[in-house]
């Protein structure tokens, strides 16, 4: 029986070809042929199951900031029964006249320890193989640097499965000022990215309502249990979840200043708005922003809200404990 790759592992398989490709693969060619996709068909599942796992995945690329385009018939462009799909390499090229040195690529390549440093994986060549053997040309160059995402809250990969799956899963989820984490019996619907950080939505049993969880803040492993739920629920939860998370952080703002050219500087400007003294930060959750915040050490103070202001001078303090200095 064929092993299924794990669902991250089969997104960035999914890149790859698409990258790969200048005149872009049909759903068909795609399911057959890109490992992930390719065991499901060989273990007998169903191609209503597989298209909608493909239209989940491009989704899920596309909030992770990867652009997918369609090709529909030249005739009819709105016919997309025979689309193709690829990923604009346009998107990735650097001008031809931009050059580095071995230094500034050293650097490049620290900065970059999320993509592979090597050139193709046994797995990735596979893909190579399979691809040529569809009529396409391959830049064996682009492949190279596909990269490799790193998924580093454990929770991802059962909890896409049971996306997937329509299963209900539990877990123990520890909110900000309990002492224990609690039990939650959830349907999981979507999972979104927000803020550089990974949520599940879903609906949780025992409070028969939706719900938005973080995954850092789960406990222990998730169970996936037998207990089925309609696929049909999915629907639109992405985009409910992100709507959610934005609606709450524009609800809450911190009031903080930053040294120009810091690391703190570079990261909160790109989500914050510029205040007459220091940036404006929309935030979701203020333990998770003071815990971000107190990263930054001396690069960033905060004027308010005073909650989170109290939260990350515990949190400085605390490290200075942990490392033996005075408080």
């Known amino acids: 029986m064929p092993t299924h790759p794990a669902p991250e592992e089969r997104l ?66 709105e016919d997309l029964r025979e689309a193709r799909y690829r990923v604009p390499t346009s998107e990735y090229a650097l001008p031809a006249d931009i050059s580095f040195t071995p230094a500034e690529i050293a650097l490049l390549n620290l900065a970059g320890g999320v993509w592979g440093s ?36 454990a929770a991802f990969a059962p909890l896409q499965r049971a996306i997937e799956q329509a299963k209900v899963v539990a877990f123990r989820y520890l909110k900000p000022g309990e002492g224990a984490a609690r039990l939650r019996r959830v349907r999981p619907l979507a999972l979104v990215d927000y803020e550089a950080r990974w949520h599940v939505l879903g609906h949780d049993l025992d409070a028969d309502a939706e719900r938005t969880f973080l995954l850092s803040r789960i406990t222990g492993p998730v169970e996936t249990t037998r207990e089925t739920f309609d696929p049909a629920l999915r629907e639109g939860a992405g985009d409910r979840a992100l709507a959610g998370l934005a609606a709450v952080a524009a609800a809450h703002e911190a009031h903080v200043e930053v040294h120009p050219g810091t690391e703190a500087a570079l990261r909160l400007r790109r989500r914050a708005r510029v205040a007459e003294q220091g940036l404006r930060v929309p935030y979701v959750d203020v333990h998770v922003l003071a815990d971000e915040l107190a990263s930054y050490g001396p690069e960033v103070r905060v004027v308010a809200p005073a909650q989170l202001r109290d939260l990350v001078i515990e949190r400085l303090r605390g490290a200075r404990r942990v490392n033996g200095a005075r408080t």
Request: no cysteine; proline share 3%.
């Open 12 to 77: 960035v398989n999914l890149v790859v070809a698409l990258m790969a490709t200048q005149q872009g693969l049909t759903k068909d060619a795609i399911l057959s042929s890109v490992s992930g996709y390719r065991e499901q068909v060989e273990s007998g599942a169903s191609k209503d199951a597989l298209e909608k796992m493909f239209e989940r995945d491009k989704d899920s690329l596309r909030q992770l900031g990867v652009p997918i385009d369609t090709i529909g018939d030249h005739a009819d462009p």
């Open 118 to 153: 090597s050139s193709m994986s046994d797995d990735a060549r596979s893909g190579l193989r399979k691809i040529r053997a569809l009529g396409d040309t391959v830049d064996e160059q682009i492949i190279g640097y596909a990269p490799r995402l790193n998924i580093r809250d």
